[in-house]
């Protein structure tokens, strides 16, 4: 991975202006140079230049330990905002500065020849603005974005993005050397490509950002607002066109993008692709299931974990019955497979484990379901692991039952020891919350499981869920998780006060945040907290209505 030393430092300035349709703001085109950026269409910007810490000299409205306590720096940070000034001046031909009188720089005032003069030159700006009274409104300037070009890019930028108020008396023009053509738009207009003009990467995610405001005075009210400012970091992942695109820390894969391609070399999917082998480490390697659908996401995960020192391999929930998903988690595995181990009996991650064993031979570890409805009931292990107890596949591979009941009262989660990762099954599932499905599913014991695993396991770096990607900041995920249960519950418990109701009736107050196409799986998570109030105490059924308890 590229180190921090070979980034680039770099500004950009993002002009805005309201106009009759609503806020426009000003996007350059770049000139044609066979690198990464030709032709792109972009925010006036670019690198730092040493002379632009002197710039201090003519600069007006913030000092230095004031820029850089803003940027997040030790020192330094007033480079930063004059280089964004600078940089706009040499491209779009605008000055954010004001004459000797304290009056905006006009452009009856602004030599055209006066940018070529600046281009370039190590005193440029500088011997400028003193020959000619200038003092440059830095203060004009905020920030609102701070983001580094994902690696595998021969060239790569730390960028710290600005926002201003175009000067009235100014007209942006392109310098007809670094930028060949230029366009005022509303951010919608250019993300929709109007005009010809076509946006990507961070400038897209940006536009995407401002098209939210309905003035240019709201975009900076916005910014001024902000507080600290992030650095934001996107990884390069293959979409389904096969094209590299960026992705940003809230995309469900960017976490998963750091840890299979750091490097940016294409490894990483936007996309979990059913049937398509995923090295997630030197020990694991993902494989989902064809099954894709609403309760399953992308298709179910099977993952195969190796004892590298003897290339023998563990497969943990093979899957549904389907045999060419067994043949493809056969053809995957860098070695024999000699140990199948499943989470929970459900009928997508189970079935598979009595077809892989015939082809294999694999000893099958899991539990046995009590409960028939939607399991799979056939499913007929070794033998059914302790919780805690602890599987040595090699001397350097190490996987730990957790009996994580909730989703299903025999859920079991694995823990690779060495890597710190928890392959989770059911009981995490990336981008939605689980269902609990009475008798089996329980949200007392869920929550408690939760709960557990937060506390046992704070070191965890990686949730390997049974659908999705790898999962980053388990400790995150875990309150997360708990704190929206227990809002879902405080609704519940508020639509009770109100009157004795039915289950149907609760569902649509208590899920009417909701799609209606999800009920028939929210009504079941409903009445496992309904259970759950009753076993506490809380609430109870009277003739088909719950109530809370002593309510009538």
């Not at 299931?289 to 609403?294: D, F, L």
């Not at 497969?315 to 497979?337: E, K, S, T, Y």
Request: charged fraction near 20%; aromatic fraction near 6%; hydrophobic fraction near 45%.
């Amino acid at each position: 991975m590229t180190d921090a030393s070979s980034l680039r430092a770099s500004s950009a300035l993002v002009l805005v202006r309201d106009a009759a349709a609503g806020p426009e703001v000003l996007l350059l085109r770049r000139a044609e140079r066979g690198d990464q950026n030709s032709g792109a269409w972009v925010f006036p910007g670019g690198l730092l230049d040493a002379s632009d810490g002197a710039l201090a000299q003519v600069s007006s409205g913030r000092d230095e330990a004031g820029a850089s306590a803003r940027l997040g720096l030790a020192s330094g940070g007033l480079a930063w905002y004059a280089a964004a000034v600078r940089e706009c001046f040499e491209e779009a031909g605008v000055l954010l500065a004001v004459d000797a009188q304290g009056r905006d720089v006009a452009a009856a005032a602004l030599d055209a020849s006066w940018r070529s003069h600046v281009y370039g030159r190590e005193q440029g700006l500088l011997q400028l603005c003193r020959e000619q009274g200038f003092t440059l409104a830095l203060d004009r300037l905020l920030a609102f974005a701070h983001i580094v070009t994902p690696p595998g890019l021969p060239k790569r930028f730390d960028t710290r993005f600005f926002l201003a108020a175009a000067p009235a008396q100014q007209p942006a023009t392109h310098d007809g050397i670094e930028m060949t053509d230029h366009r005022w738009l509303a951010p919608a207009l250019a993300l929709q490509g109007a005009a010809g003009v076509s946006v990507v990467g961070p400038v897209r995610r940006l536009l995407q950002r401002l098209a939210a405001f309905d003035s240019a005075g709201a975009m900076l009210g916005w910014a001024a607002a902000l507080g600290d400012i992030p650095c934001e970091r996107p990884q390069r992942a293959r979409d389904a066109a096969g094209q590299l695109i960026p992705l940003f820390p809230e995309h469900p894969g960017w976490a998963e993008a750091r840890q299979v391609d750091p490097d940016g070399r294409g490894i990483a999917r936007t996309h979990v692709t059913p049937g398509e082998p995923m090295r997630l480490s030197g020990r694991v390697i993902r494989l989902t299931a064809a099954n894709p659908g609403v309760m399953t996401g992308p298709g179910t995960n099977s993952y195969l974990v190796g004892a590298l020192g003897r290339n023998e391999w563990a497969a943990i929930d093979p899957g549904p019955a389907d045999a060419a998903h067994v043949a493809a988690l056969r053809a995957a595995a860098p070695g024999p497979i000699r140990w199948i181990l499943v989470t929970h009996t459900h009928l997508d991650h189970s079935p598979g484990a009595a077809l892989l064993a015939h082809a294999t031979g694999a000893t099958v570890l899991g539990r046995r379901t009590p409960h028939a409805s939607w399991q799979d009931t056939d499913f007929e292990p070794a033998r059914e692991p302790r919780d805690g107890e602890r599987l040595a596949l090699d001397e350097g591979t190490t996987l730990r039952a957790l009996h994580t009941p909730g989703h299903a009262s025999n859920h079991l989660c694995w823990l690779l020891e060495e890597e710190s990762m928890l392959f989770t099954g059911d009981h995490v599932m990336q981008g939605s919350t689980v269902v609990i499905n009475p008798p089996d599913g329980d949200m007392a014991a869920y929550l408690a499981s939760l709960r557990r695993l937060r506390d046992e396991l704070p070191a965890l770096q990686w949730i390997a869920p049974g659908h999705g990607f790898l999962i980053g900041q388990p400790a995150r995920v875990w309150d997360l998780l708990i704190r929206h249960r227990e809002q879902r519950e405080m609704k519940l418990l508020g639509a009770l006060t109100a009157q004795p109701q039915p289950l149907d009736a609760l569902l649509a107050r208590v899920y009417d945040d909701v799609p209606e196409a999800k009920h028939a799986a929210a009504r079941r998570s409903l009445l496992a907290s309904l259970l759950k109030l009753q076993g506490e105490g809380r609430a109870q059924e009277v003739m088909g209505d719950w109530r809370l308890e002593g309510n009538g």
